[in-house]
Nanobody
Framework: QVQLVESGGGLVQAGGSLRLSCAAS????????MGWFRQAPGKEREFVSA?????????YYADAVKGRFTISRDNAENTVFLQMNSLKPEDTAVYYC?????????????????WGQGTQVTVSS
């Protein structure tokens, strides 16, 4: 079992930046692959970014955020981060952190067993 708590969301103007954090508790954090997903009103949850288990820490990004968002993890702090730069109004959504021990298809939300409660990100134009 692992518990996830996101923070760092808020209201920002277009072109601004936010840094989301996801604090994990429970089993060894470094064993988990971590992902960020988002869901806008009336839309399905979509993949944003992921980072593999510690070791190689391979990162993955959705095309819509590539070059603007950066995922990272701090195993000493049991935390994964999502640095979001050059934000656009279309980035507005609830952002969710997810974790899984065995996920291999990092873009598939159904492959993650553990989820946080979400944090709202609103980008004004």
């Amino acid at each position: 079992q692992v518990q996830l708590v996101e923070s760092g969301g808020g209201l920002v103007q277009a072109g601004g930046s936010l840094r989301l954090s996801c604090a994990a508790s429970g089993r060894t954090f470094s064993d988990y692959a971590m992902g960020w997903f988002r869901q806008a009103p009336g839309k399905e949850r979509e993949f944003v970014s992921a980072i593999s288990r510690s070791g190689r820490s391979i990162t993955y990004y959705a095309d819509a955020v590539k070059g603007r968002f950066t995922i990272s993890r701090d195993n000493a702090e049991n935390t994964v981060f999502l640095q979001m730069n050059s934000l656009k109004p279309e980035d507005t959504a609830v952002y969710y952190c997810a974790a899984d021990l065995t996920v291999s298809v990092f873009t598939d939300a159904s492959k993650y067993d553990y989820w946080g409660q979400g944090t709202q990100v609103t980008v004004s134009s």
